[in-house]
């Protein structure tokens, strides 16, 4: 019988397999952030106004890379599904050997949603819910990569409240996570060099939870609309997870 998933049991879900695989996933997560933060100090120095170039910049780049994560993330996932054990080394490099398409679709998906948050933040709330699942479809589908914003689109049609709400949620999560540095910087300056690694790793595992979230509601999307076969996918994750818990 097919067993649809609440959003409740998808976050339930991504829980899970972060703690379970907590080394690579929140590892995938920090790598990419890591990038993020060194492209973004080659190319910016100061800070900007709100509407200009270099602000754009400063949401983009991050983005791009997030998009990357995102995409080895469920590579990632679908190989741990299958009884492999990825290394870190091989998730990093997996959106690199997809080709360029990757990167153009991830670099112009990015580019639209930087801007509709520039303009007014819902627009590219909104953006982000309409192909929710893009990363997932790059990565788990055999589509060429210009192809996969129609796929996502045509999958996500009956469900986009589900994921706008999914949306708002880690929207909702990352503000207090973003804004942590700022508070510490301001209160406590001497502190701030301290919480340099705590930090890290706190957004690392975000980074995980997001990525891991919109893999499990592509699962879910896949089950209600198309098959049986990507529900036992989910339950091997799941209970790859558990398996590593309970090693633990």
Not at 98 to 120: D, E, S
Not at 125 to 150: D, H, K, R, S, T
């Amino acid at each position: 019988m097919i067993q649809a998933r609440s959003l409740t049991r998808i976050l339930d879900a991504a829980f899970g397999i972060v703690r379970a695989q907590a080394g690579l996933l929140i590892g995938l997560g920090l790598v990419y952030d890591g990038l993020a933060n060194a492209a973004m100090e080659l190319l910016i120095s100061e800070e900007y106004p709100f509407f200009s170039f270099e602000s754009m910049l400063l949401m983009f780049v991050p983005s791009v890379f997030g998009m990357l994560s995102a995409y080895a993330t469920t590579w990632t996932l679908m190989r741990i599904a299958r009884g492999e054990r990825p290394t870190l080394a091989a998730a990093l490099a997996s959106p690199w050997r997809a080709g360029f398409g990757l990167i153009v679709v991830a670099v112009l998906y990015t580019a639209l949603m930087t801007v509709g948050v520039m303009l007014l933040l819902l627009p590219g709330l909104v953006l982000w819910a309409l192909i929710f699942c893009l990363p997932a479809v790059l990565a788990a589908e055999p589509i060429a990569p210009l192809a996969a914003p129609g796929r996502a689109w045509r999958l996500g049609r009956g469900h986009r409240l589900r994921a706008f709400g999914l949306v708002i949620g880690l929207f909702a999560l990352s503000i207090p996570i973003l804004a942590v540095p700022a508070y510490i910087t301001e209160l406590a300056p001497a502190w701030s060099s301290l919480a340099a690694v705590p930090l890290l790793l706190l957004y690392g595992a975000f980074a995980a939870l997001a990525n891991a979230t919109t893999f499990f509601f592509y699962v879910d999307l896949r089950v209600r609309k198309e098959s049986f076969d990507l529900e036992l996918l989910a339950d091997q994750v799941e209970s790859s997870a558990d398996r590593e818990e309970g090693l633990g």
